[in-house]
């Protein structure tokens, strides 16, 4: 029988009746002292990864060997929610099991203490205090926890730009009809010119006393890499705290929170990590952690920040456990590896496609990372006053129903745009695929069959 309680420092109740709930103490501890607990069944390993010569070549070899993903689909979405690692479902799957054979002594004497441990390793990939970090079940939750929760009041100003995430603009418009607040949207025009234009305009609207600034680092219907150093120094020196909507940022971004010495930030892991669906984090500020809190209040709550968010019920605690499994790949793989491989595959598809359709940009290619918008063929769009979801829906419906191509239409500014993701499953002869089916309808709507 393994018994993760029975580690140093673990076996201490703290809250609840827990056996093991001395979180804040454990979360705390230096790593010298530190003894993480043993684990129920063994992971799989990759150290042959570790090596470029033996791990298996990005693309279509890595994506049968390492997703679930359907061969005939040309599957460049991963932005939207992901697409797990095999290992991560399978390991998920096996933590499921395992706490099934006795409930009680999983629930009582080592779940925490397995979250301890993964919140303590995830804390030193992005680069932060684990006493900063919580762990959240997706961003929009994070989201919640910070403005729900921040003393807003009437009169107050939150600020974001016009490429906030949509539900987060609907959760600032909730909360400041609530709060009696007022909110401050900025326009960022089309196509964007270079990164001074973004800073430029924070610099010229951003007015000194504002509640709270939101921005996406990278915004989701344009994914361009916002210059979130300089926007959080405009920001800072006002004395305006920021949020970041990170949910783009995990693995594909070498995130360093305190470097980028945000106040508050949140990202998924299920997106760019390729974790089990379910799991993110939140990052808070240690000077700053009274000013938020859970959305489900239980045990832990008043016991310290990681204490408030790590147990909110009995739930499915699986995915964030199986968030080893990922990090061991990540690491054996080679992050920088992965990022490389990631970023030049979008810069060729992104230049394969504006010279295919002769069209253009969103943004200059250094902007993006792991995504891209391309314009469209203008036949799509001539003609028409307005351009809006439903023609992008046309689009995209068409080719997935007709081409099983899997890849998000964008209508921005009188323009539809094809946001392109690229990950170590995809190679550039998904991205010909999407070229000549785009040809395709482009021709139809030519002969006004489309």
Same mark, same amino acid.
């Given at each position: ?312 019920? &009995?739930? %499915? $605690? ?7 499994? /990922? +990090? ?5 793989? !080679? @992050? ?91 190679? &550039?002869? %998904? $991205? ?7 040809? /395709? +309808? ?5 002969? !006004? @069959?489309?």
């Amino acid at each position: 029988m393994t018994d993760a309680s029975k580690g140093a420092g673990h076996g201490k109740r703290d809250f609840g009746s827990f056996y093991s709930s001395n979180v804040e103490e454990l979360i705390n501890m230096p790593e010298d002292e530190y003894v993480p607990p043993e684990f129920p069944f063994t992971f799989p390993s990759y150290d042959e990864y570790k090596s470029s010569k033996t791990a298996p070549p990005f693309g279509r070899k890595m994506r049968r060997k390492h997703y679930f993903l359907e061969e005939d689909c040309t599957f460049l979405n991963h932005g939207a929610f992901g697409a797990s690692l095999k290992e991560a479902v399978l390991v998920a799957q096996q933590w499921q099991a395992y706490i099934e054979k006795q409930p009680l002594r999983f629930f009582d004497r080592e779940v925490l203490i397995h979250l301890i441990y993964i919140t303590r390793r995830m804390a030193k990939f992005v680069g932060c205090h684990p006493g900063e970090l919580a762990l959240v079940p997706n961003v929009t939750s994070a989201m919640n926890a910070v403005i729900k929760n921040l003393d807003i009041k009437q009169g107050d100003n939150i600020y974001y730009l016009n490429v906030t995430y949509g539900s987060v603009k609907t959760l600032i418009k909730h909360t400041a009809k609530e709060k009696g607040a007022t909110i401050q949207e900025e326009t960022i025009e089309f196509p964007i010119q270079s990164k001074q234009q973004i800073i430029n305009l924070v610099k010229n609207t951003l007015r000194k006393g504002t509640k709270l600034a939101v921005f996406d680092h990278i915004p989701s219907n344009t994914p361009f890499i916002q210059p979130l150093q300089e926007l959080i120094h405009i920001c800072h020196e006002r004395g305006v705290p920021v949020l970041v909507d990170g949910a783009h940022g995990l693995g594909i971004l070498p995130l360093n929170l305190h470097e980028l010495d945000v106040d508050y930030y949140t990202t998924n892991c299920h997106k760019w990590f390729s974790s089990f669906k379910g799991c993110a984090l939140l990052y808070v500020k240690k000077s700053l952690q009274s000013t938020v809190g859970p959305l489900i209040i239980s045990h832990g709550f008043g016991h310290g920040f990681n204490s408030d968010f790590m147990w909110s019920g &009995l739930r %499915d $605690y699986s995915p964030f456990l199986s968030l080893h499994t /990922v +990090l061991d790949f990540w690491q054996s793989v !080679g @992050v920088q590896r992965i990022r490389d491989y990631v970023y030049k595959l979008r810069e060729q598809a992104a230049e394969y496609l504006v010279r295919r359709w002769n069209t253009g940009l969103i943004a200059p290619k250094d902007m993006f990372g792991s995504m891209a918008a391309v314009r469209l063929p203008s036949i799509f769009v001539d003609g028409k006053q307005t351009v809006s979801y439903s023609d992008a829906e046309v689009i995209q419906n068409n080719l997935y129903q007709r081409f099983n191509i899997e890849v998000p239409i964008k209508a921005v500014q009188g323009q539809l745009y094809v946001r392109i993701s690229c990950h170590i499953h995809n190679e &550039l002869k %998904d $991205y010909e695929n999407l070229a000549e089916a785009i040809l /395709v +309808l482009a021709a139809e709507r030519v002969q !006004g @069959v489309l």
